[in-house]
């Protein structure tokens, strides 16, 4: 038998592939944005700090780790969804476990979120001169990890969410709070004291510690294991939420 | 182990004439309750191998409430059920790999063509290339679903996706089948292509549990007839073993003003001006009643034989006339087009 999360998972990605322009400006916004904002930040890592590349060597891990905050939420509407279509009792009456069902659903989102922070890195690299200097093994692992601790964090929202408006009106706030507060849109030297205090709670905090030591400190996976560890944390603690609150036979309201 | 009776003396049986050797479903003493309201009374049913068992009931009756426990969506508060053998609440798992269930409610991804929706289910069952590709064909070929394999589910007729929606439940060929109201909404072609469906997959030994409002479609597949009524079972049979049991034909009188008062003694009942008379000799019943009527019989203005079916049967068992929203007596509401058993 196989594992029935897989085909829930495939099923997903059948779903998102009739949306392609999720992920395509999932990657052009990003890019748009770094070719705004990159001479704005070549003042904080110093002009030649990083290389001579500037800003977009802090831009570029900061806005993919931003878009993917921004983005955490959206794997909830995949419940909406299926709770408007009336496929979640159908898939509740299949021979797939709740968890299966929710891993198989998650899976495709995460993957989305890892492609769209490659993505964007490839086409920095390509038309900004974005270099990863560190080891590139590390880089994707952080990249999986931030992915799959945001992914769990949208889980979270969701299974707090009634209804796809409060969804909606929460990860847009947690979204902002979690890229602002991590340093991910300005870096965290250029913000209050404060911000600095409570950064490492974070999990955003983390994913761009170990990107900036990848990126701009050549950086390997020695360098890169506290933050890896810190955003493993992060996603056992969002998940046990999660799955707390989860309520697998309660309703979801699409609209209202 | 009896039913719990509503009405009547006799115990009402869990299972019906029609018989094969296994019980695919068994339910024993099912009850729940929704916030204080006894929605299931202590439900006993089974159903065998090759049996099409018919859930009938006005709405709220309980059968989407039955449909959902057996169906692992909702938790039983007292009972047993098993499926196969396999004890459906303890191990609800094992037991929905032999179930296919299509809700009341459409459920089906609209995004998708219809192989997109078939596919899922196929891969749930651990169906895969090959195989998996065979099953969709069979699968929609039998719902005539064939030619529609690459248009997107959202874009179909309302009743081709009714057709999808019931094959999503076939894909992994179950031995208990859970269609609730599937033909509801649909148009004749799909509501045909259903019962025939339905009636070849017991054929060919699937147990089905058919939770419908319309008392023609019962007639039609055959089906044993479970009837609840608030919550419990009324009557269990075949419908031929319930006519016999239960019910009359009946002969309804219309007059252009009220029935006169003084009429030939025997079973009636007034309503407006029509007056019903129940009896084994409907013939033999308009003839007494015409000449008794003397000169009132110029006030007569119609004469109608009832034939004894369901319907008459729930009118027999609960004094009034079956109504799919339930408690009513809505004349011509038992059927998609205002079917009603009728003869003139």
Same mark, same amino acid.
């Given at each position: 038998m196989r594992w029935p999360g897989a085909a829930v998972a495939r099923h997903e990605f059948r779903v998102i592939a009739t949306m392609p322009g999720l992920a395509i400006f999932g990657i052009v916004l990003p890019i748009v944005l770094v070719s705004m904002i990159k001479s704005l930040l070549t003042g904080t890592v110093g002009s030649g700090g990083a290389g001579g590349a500037g800003g977009?060597?802090?831009?570029?891990?900061?806005?993919?780790?931003?878009?993917?905050?921004?983005?955490?939420?959206?794997?909830?509407?995949?419940?909406?969804?299926?709770?408007?279509?009336?496929?979640?009792?159908?898939?509740?009456?299949?021979?797939?476990?709740?968890?299966?069902?929710?891993?198989?659903?998650?899976?495709?989102?995460?993957?989305?979120?890892?492609?769209?922070?490659?993505?964007?890195?490839?086409?920095?690299?390509?038309?900004?001169?974005?270099?990863?200097?560190?080891?590139?093994?590390?880089?994707?692992?952080?990249?999986?990890?931030?992915?799959?601790?945001?992914t769990a964090f949208g889980a979270?929202?969701?299974?707090?969410?009634?209804?796809?408006?409060?969804?909606?009106?929460?990860?847009?706030?947690?979204?902002v709070a979690l890229a602002a507060l991590g340093g991910a849109l300005v870096p965290t030297s250029a913000l209050p004291h404060w911000v600095a205090v409570v950064a490492p709670a974070t999990p955003t905090y983390w994913a761009l510690q170990g990107l900036h030591r990848v990126v701009l400190q050549r950086g390997g996976l020695a360098d890169a294991a506290v933050p890896i560890l810190a955003l493993l944390a992060f996603t056992a603690g969002f998940a046990v939420l999660a799955a707390y609150r989860f309520r697998f036979e309660e309703s979801k309201v699409y609209w209202g | 182990m009896d039913g719990h009776v509503v009405r009547g003396a006799r115990p009402i049986p869990a299972e019906a004439g029609r018989r094969s050797a296994e019980v695919i479903l068994r339910i024993d003493g099912l009850r729940k309750s929704y916030r204080g309201v006894e929605v299931l009374r202590g439900i006993d049913l089974r159903v065998h191998a090759g049996e099409v068992a018919s859930l009938l009931g006005p709405n709220g009756a309980g059968k989407s409430t039955i449909v959902s426990i057996v169906a692992g969506l909702r938790r039983a508060d007292a009972g047993s059920i098993t499926v196969a053998g396999v004890d459906a609440l303890a191990r609800s798992r094992a037991a929905r790999r032999m179930i296919g269930l299509a809700p009341q409610e459409l459920a089906v991804c609209p995004v998708l063509d219809v192989a997109g929706n078939l596919r899922l289910f196929g891969e749930l069952a651990g169906l895969r290339g090959r195989a998996l590709r065979a099953r969709i064909g069979e699968v =929609?070929?039998?719902?005539?679903?064939?030619? @529609? !394999?690459?248009?997107? +589910?959202?874009?179909? *007729?309302?009743?081709?996706? %009714?057709?999808?929606?019931?094959?999503? =439940?076939?894909?992994?060929?179950?031995?208990? @089948? !859970?269609?609730?109201? +599937?033909?509801?909404? *649909?148009?004749?072609?799909? %509501?045909?292509?259903?019962?025939?469906?339905?009636?070849?997959?017991?054929?060919?030994?699937?147990?089905?549990?058919?939770?419908?409002?319309?008392?023609?479609?019962?007639?039609?597949?055959?089906?044993?007839?479970?009837?609840l009524e608030a919550g419990a079972v009324l009557a269990r049979g075949t419908v031929p073993e319930l006519v016999a049991e239960h019910a009359v034909a009946t002969v309804e009188f219309g007059f252009v003003d009220p029935p006169p008062v003084a009429i030939p003694a025997g079973a009636t009942q007034r309503r407006g001006n029509v007056l019903r008379v129940a009896t084994a000799d409907p013939a033999g019943t308009i003839v007494a009643m015409v000449r008794s009527l003397g000169d009132d019989a110029g006030r007569l203005r119609s004469v109608e034989i009832v034939q004894a079916n369901l319907e008459t049967v729930y009118l027999a068992l609960t004094g009034r006339r079956y109504s799919p929203e339930g408690g009513g007596a809505a004349r011509n509401a038992t059927g998609p087009a205002g079917a009603t058993g009728r003869r003139p």
């Open positions: 977009v060597q802090i831009a570029v891990p900061g806005i993919a780790v931003a878009f993917a905050a921004f983005g955490a939420g959206r794997l909830g509407f995949a419940f909406f969804r299926d709770q408007a279509w009336g496929t979640w009792d159908r898939l509740r009456a299949s021979p797939a476990s709740t968890l299966e069902i929710v891993v198989g659903k998650l899976l495709p989102w995460a993957a989305l979120s890892l492609v769209q922070m490659l993505g964007l890195i490839l086409v920095a690299a390509a038309l900004f001169g974005f270099r990863v200097r560190g080891s590139w093994p590390a880089l994707v692992i952080l990249l999986l990890g931030t992915a799959t601790c945001l979270l929202l969701t299974a707090f969410s009634r209804t796809s408006q409060q969804l909606n009106v929460v990860n847009g706030v947690c979204g | =929609a070929a039998g719902l005539g679903l064939d030619g @529609l !394999l690459n248009r997107q +589910v959202g874009r179909l *007729s309302g009743g081709q996706k %009714r057709r999808v929606h019931t094959a999503m =439940a076939l894909m992994h060929r179950p031995r208990l @089948l !859970l269609l609730d109201e +599937v033909t509801a909404g *649909s148009d004749v072609e799909s %509501r045909a292509c259903l019962v025939d469906l339905v009636r070849k997959l017991a054929a060919e030994g699937a147990a089905v549990l058919y939770s419908t409002h319309y008392l023609p479609e019962v007639e039609m597949l055959g089906a044993s007839v479970v009837l």
